[in-house]
């Protein structure tokens, strides 16, 4: 069973930066895309950065430019770089990761709580 470990978070100031990771364990076959999603108290889970395996990433409109997503494939490990951070990024950020074994699966991390305030 795949577990999703997360660290990282915590509180900043607006403006400042904190950085995630996740490390994908419990399984021999390859993990496929990882990325980070975050949800506010009743909205959706929205996207905030995607990487697959090659490298190639994707990130949500509102924190292109700001955040920086990268990750480590001999250790199914994701980073999330976040700089110039605003109230608005104050949400639970959730590890995905896409396993690729005789089918695919879809695991998320527990969540990690990231405030930014004055």
């Known amino acids: 069973q795949v577990q999703l470990v997360e660290s990282g978070g915590g509180s900043v100031q607006p403006g400042g930066s904190l950085s995630l990771s996740c490390t994908a364990s419990g399984t021999d076959s390859s993990i496929d895309g990882m990325g980070w999603y975050r949800q506010a108290p009743g909205k959706q889970r929205e996207l905030v950065a995607h990487?697959?395996?090659?490298?190639?990433?994707s990130y949500g409109d509102s924190v292109r430019g700001r955040f920086t997503i990268a990750r480590e494939n001999a250790k199914n490990s994701v980073f999330l770089q976040m700089n110039s951070l605003n109230t608005d990024d104050t949400v639970d950020y959730y590890c995905?990761?896409?396993?690729?074994?005789?089918?695919?699966?879809?695991?998320w991390g527990q969540g990690t709580k990231v405030t930014v305030s004055q």
């Open positions: 990487i697959d395996r090659a490298g190639a990433v």
């Open positions: 995905n990761a896409i396993e690729q074994g005789d089918v695919q699966r879809e695991h």
